[in-house]
């Protein structure tokens, strides 16, 4: 704990903040991050008040309940809804769907349950194994190997996985594939950087020629990996580099990465207000069919509506729009009567917003 | 069924006939050493209490305490519910002057249980010298309440009453001990968290330690931070009061522990509720003094100025984070521990 607060150190931050400003970019830059713990440290500790001007950062989709698809979530609702108990984390039950949240299913009878991991679902399962019993997964890189650990672990034949996990890299892609908005460098998450190592983001930062630098969760490594995307904006180079290595290797977790390639296959992936991003999914392979949900109860979710009239977590999920750029917030939408997605999810950027009054300056 | 009543609490304990007079005259009533505060008190059984009160602003608040679990690390229910009401008149500027206390009791409640919990209750209340001089007892059917509802309701008697509102740009904002403790110990207890430190509410009466800094006259607005913890007591002082606050993080107060354990739960020691602790604002010229007469007595030992009310973002509260970073200190949107006082 004591080497955590000292990555809380403030005149190490007041020198940062001088380096920062000394690499000041000249025009206005937008740096985002895919990381909701990303920015609660960022609003946590007022860290918007320490950059240039000229700087902005924004969280982008990372929030793993925000980016699950309607589609997928309606899945769910069915299957809970034809008698399954179904597990997911917390924050997923509040989600809306087409029709309902699982919240609002469970009020109306189904057996909708909260787990905090996989394993958890699978104890479930044991302990009532004349029901079927459904593990939701969603989440990106750093859950899925729970689940891919739980499904090799031989777990009882009443469990299935009805599987949303998604990939970071692709995402990141994407955003840069999608104009009109510029991004100008990226902080990769830590977590998922464990898992998938900083060599992972090598090729998109080369092919788009964008800068990426790998970031911890203390205050110090956020203005730490930000001072290297400034220098390297300065300097016109776009590299990866890695800000965290007290915990993010150049090739990452090899065993987790061999639980992913056991259990799943990439394929194509549906993020609520981005739209279908090619190989960003994870799907069961062959030889787990015999716990696939969606096989099993034969569901499949409509394209439906993906945000309430108004709602502009979509904007925000591309890192095009701050949360209080959106009607709602606040006033109509807040953690407590959530509209959209982003208000939700506890890592959703409205609801860190909402809680730490994450504005831009004071 | 002579077992029964005197292991646990039954209807008949509620009923108003002779069981009941047993339950007061025997259990309840001699465990409160004053018992009346003018020519009638709780002895005479009367439909209410008769009070002679000194010369004031008479200062009256009421509070229905229904914390989980009952007994905690550093209190329980009892010591909580009179606490909780002697430091509400406190924080007005009153002296505490009597109390009522009201159970609602579930049936099959231990009557040990009971009896603890009335105990700890009389020992506040006989260090304080405040009389218990009124009260109920009503129990209902299993399942119709979760065990223990109490209810108190107290007088005082204040010379200069302090409202939350009567906070002005210039004065400094203080606290009086460390933050986020009782909310805290709840949460532990009730969630069996592995602490290698154990938590302990701070929960204590404010009344032998704030008398003195109330005497020098500089105290401007005060508030007992329970529920919404330091965020939500000065959100409200600063919006009732039309003034903002600056504060520094680096200042306020908090057990290491307690920020250990915040921390690895990922909520904030700001919003956690203390029943011991009050925050002040104060002119800043009697600050020395006010701050002196804190220091002489345990309780009030860490008291430590915090911040200071500015003209600029009127109602609002502005964080000076640990790392230097600023921030708006939002009033909390609820309680991250559902019943804790």
New interface residues.
């Given amino acids: 704990m004591s080497e955590l607060f000292s990555l809380r150190n403030p005149e190490w931050a007041e020198r940062f903040r001088g380096l920062l400003e000394k690499l000041r970019p000249p025009r206005p830059v937008r740096i985002v991050h895919v990381c909701g713990t990303h920015e609660i440290t960022i609003a946590q500790h007022g860290l918007r008040s320490l950059l240039p001007e000229t700087v902005e950062v924004l969280e982008g989709p990372g929030c793993p309940v925000c980016v699950t698809s309607t589609r997928d979530l309606d899945c769910a609702l069915r299957i809970a809804e034809r008698g399954a108990i179904l597990c997911t984390f917390g924050d997923m039950t509040r989600v809306p769907g087409t029709r309902m949240t699982l919240e609002e299913a469970r009020a109306e009878g189904a057996d909708v349950r909260v787990v905090l991991s996989a394993a958890d679902a699978v104890e479930i399962a044991r302990r009532n194994p004349q029901k079927p019993v459904v593990f939701f997964a969603v989440g990106f890189e750093t859950t899925a190997p729970g689940t891919a650990a739980v499904l090799l672990d031989n777990p009882p034949d009443n469990f299935f996985v009805l599987v949303s996990h998604k990939l970071i890299p692709p995402a990141l892609a994407a955003l840069l594939s999608a104009p009109p908005v510029e991004i100008a460098a990226f902080l990769a998450p830590g977590h998922v950087s464990t898992v998938i190592g900083a060599g992972a983001y090598r090729e998109i930062a080369a092919r788009f020629r964008v800068p990426i630098v790998v970031a911890g969760f203390e205050p110090l490594d956020i203005l730490y990996a930000l001072a290297l995307v400034l220098r390297q904006l300065r300097e016109g180079r776009a590299e990866v580099e890695n800000a965290y290595p007290r915990s993010v290797t150049e090739e990452g977790n090899l065993r987790a990465q061999e639980l992913l390639r056991r259990v799943f296959r990439v394929g194509p992936a549906l993020w609520r207000g981005i739209g279908e991003i090619p190989a960003s999914g994870l799907y069961l392979r062959e030889e787990f069919a015999a716990h696939d949900a969606q096989r099993e109860f034969g569901v499949e979710g409509e394209l439906g509506e993906e945000k309430p009239p108004g709602c502009r977590c979509a904007e925000v999920l591309l890192a095009r729009a701050v949360p209080t750029d959106c009607p709602l917030y606040g006033t109509t939408c807040t953690p407590l009567t959530p509209v959209g997605p982003c208000m939700v999810g506890a890592e959703g950027a409205c609801n860190i917003w909402y809680r730490y009054a994450g504005r831009p300056r004071l | 069924m002579k077992r029964l009543l005197e292991e646990k609490i039954t209807a008949l304990h509620g009923a108003g006939g002779l069981v009941m007079e047993k339950l007061l005259l025997e259990h309840i009533l001699p465990k409160f050493k004053l018992r009346a505060a003018g020519p009638i008190g709780l002895d005479q059984l009367d439909d209410g209490a008769v009070l002679d009160l000194p010369p004031g602003k008479i200062v009256f608040t009421t509070d229905s305490h229904v914390v989980k679990p009952l007994f905690f690390p550093g209190g329980d229910i009892g010591k909580l519910a009179v606490t909780g009401t002697v430091n509400d008149l406190v924080v007005m500027g009153a002296r505490p002057v009597a109390l009522s206390l009201a159970l609602v009791i579930e049936e099959g409640f231990s009557f040990a249980d009971l009896e603890r919990i009335l105990e700890s209750a009389a020992l506040v209340l006989a260090e304080l010298g405040v009389a218990l001089v009124t009260g109920d007892t009503k129990v209902m059917g299993k399942g119709e309440l979760d065990g223990l509802v109490v209810n108190t309701t107290g007088i005082g008697v204040a010379e200069r009453v302090i409202p939350d509102s009567g906070v002005r740009p210039g004065d400094l904002l203080l606290v009086t001990g460390p933050v986020g403790e009782h909310g805290l110990a709840i949460l532990a207890a009730r969630h069996e968290l592995p602490v290698e430190t154990p938590v302990e509410s701070d929960v204590a009466p404010l009344w032998p330690a704030l008398a003195p800094a109330l005497e020098t006259g500089g105290i401007t607005a005060m508030k007992d931070p329970t529920r919404g913890g330091l965020a939500a007591a000065l959100n409200e002082m600063a919006k009732k009061s039309g003034v903002g606050m600056e504060v520094d993080e ?1 200042k306020i107060p908090v057990r ?1 522990e307690v920020r ?1 354990l915040c ?1 690895l739960l ?1 909520i ?1 020691p700001y919003e956690l509720a203390c029943e011991g602790r009050a925050v002040l604002a104060v002119a800043p010229a009697k600050a020395e003094e006010v701050l002196r007469a804190l220091e002489c007595h345990p309780l009030t030992r860490h008291a430590r100025v915090i911040g200071q009310a500015v003209e600029s973002y009127p109602g609002r509260v ?13 009033m909390p ?2 309680d991250p521990v559902p019943r804790i006082c």
């Avoid at chain 2, 502005?318 to 939002?330: D, I, Q, S, Y």
């Fill in positions: 680096a290491p250990g921390e990922g904030s502005v964080l000076r984070t640990a790392v230097g970073g600023r921030r708006f200190l939002e949107l609820g």
